[in-house]
């Protein structure tokens, strides 16, 4: 059965990719759209809301190493396969769920499956995209997150509302446990070859790989910590709720795009991906200023979408640099960005959640735009470092 249907994706690497990310993360975007319903009904609030995120992304954050070792060994099927099975837990355990911290639980399972998902389709898009296409495949690729987040606010007016918010995680559970079966079947580029996996795991990371994760861990505090709270932060602003979950979705096809353009640019120019970067998460900065001192709805309205196409719009190129930097070792060094990444988007969120609860908005896109101004300086070092190892590369060679 698996071979047969897998039939569907293989070869198609894009669409696997931006398939299994989306479902990867898509019980986290539910529980984000619909807190307020939570709330309600389960007592599970905004400062709830961050700590379930930090749940997520710091399960998804310890295990992103031995993820990419195992994905590395094992193969990039498997992993799918395996990220497929937690996310599905993940929507059944929340379809059920009677107390709000069983929430916390579920911002666990789909921590794994997120790790899963992101390092095996790595290894996808390295593997089998076209090499002048490979900016594009994984801007694709990260840009299914915020798809999912536009997903999510769909069904909140569409389904969650009419039906109740246990059926949008229900469905969340049918998609995953089908995509088991949708698998595209790839062979482990290092199986048989003992010698090779060998020499994949000896090679040194290089040191604007380590400049690169700290700036995804800023860039990941900014980005999630301003994602994640779209929905209660424009009811706050003046918003219902399902405009706000409208107000989302726009949001986040929006950095989708961007994702895309940004990946379709460092094809153009040849790029390592650090110059985009460090433009993008620039803009994001100065656009959350610009969100902390709106003082209307309408100025919010505008000032939310540029700081998310800023703050947001980057971490397709993250994992773009990473093949080209390490492509002998994708699994294991996507592995370490993952990592960084994730330990921001445990803090980002934290940071908001009890900010918001306990003060205002405004206060947290402050912090938020400071934090993406680190992130920006970490890039410059990661390109000046990747600068000065090429440079010394080439002066040796001669």
């Not at 989306?22 to 400062?47: C, K, R, W």
């Not at 497929?84 to 355990?93: D, K, R, T, V």
């Not at 908001?352 to 890039?379: H, K, N």
């Amino acid at each position: 059965m698996f071979e047969s249907t897998s039939m569907i994706l293989r070869g198609r690497p894009l669409l696997t990719a931006v398939v299994y990310v989306m479902l990867g993360i898509l019980p986290l975007y539910l529980t984000s759209a619909q807190v307020v319903s939570l709330s309600n009904e389960l007592g599970f609030g905004t400062a709830r809301l961050g700590l379930a995120t930090a749940v997520h992304f710091g399960v998804g954050a310890l295990v992103a190493h031995p993820v990419g070792a195992a994905v590395e060994r094992l193969g990039a099927t498997v992993g799918l396969r395996l990220g497929a099975g937690a996310a599905a837990s993940a929507g059944l355990l929340a379809a059920a769920a009677q107390r709000w911290w069983i929430l916390l639980f579920v911002a666990g399972l789909g921590g794994v499956a997120n790790s899963f998902m992101q390092v095996s389709t790595n290894v996808v898009l390295a593997r089998d995209a076209v090499y002048r296409r490979q900016g594009v495949g994984f801007g694709a690729k990260q840009g299914a997150v915020p798809l999912s987040g536009a997903f999510a606010g769909l069904l909140l007016p569409v389904l969650g509302i009419a039906l109740g918010w246990r059926w949008t995680y229900v469905l969340a559970a049918c998609l995953a446990i089908g995509s088991i079966a949708f698998a595209p079947v790839l062979l482990n580029p290092t199986h048989g070859g003992a010698k090779k996996r060998t020499v994949s795991e000896r090679s040194p990371l290089s040191h604007a790989l380590w400049w690169m994760a700290l700036g995804g861990i800023f860039g990941g505090a900014a980005g999630n910590g301003l994602s994640l709270f779209v929905v209660p932060s424009a009811v706050e602003a003046g918003f219902s709720e399902g405009l706000a979950g409208g107000f989302l979705a726009v949001s986040s096809l929006l950095v989708f795009t961007t994702r895309i353009v940004a990946g379709w640019s460092a094809d153009r120019s040849d790029s390592t991906g650090h110059r985009e970067m460090i433009t993008l998460l620039g803009f994001g900065s100065v656009a959350c200023l610009a969100l902390a001192a709106s003082s209307s709805a309408w100025a919010y309205g505008i000032a939310m979408p540029l700081a998310m196409i800023g703050s947001w719009g980057w971490p397709g190129l993250v994992y773009f640099t990473v093949v080209r930097i390490h492509p002998e070792a994708a699994a294991r060094a996507s592995g370490v960005i993952l990592a960084g990444n994730l330990t921001g988007t445990v803090l980002g969120p934290l940071a908001v959640g009890f900010i918001g609860e306990r003060g205002s908005f405004t206060t947290a896109w402050w912090v938020l735009a400071a934090i993406s101004a680190a992130a920006t300086s970490a890039m410059i070092m990661s390109r000046r470092t990747l600068l000065r190892q090429r440079m010394s590369a080439d002066v040796v060679s001669a």
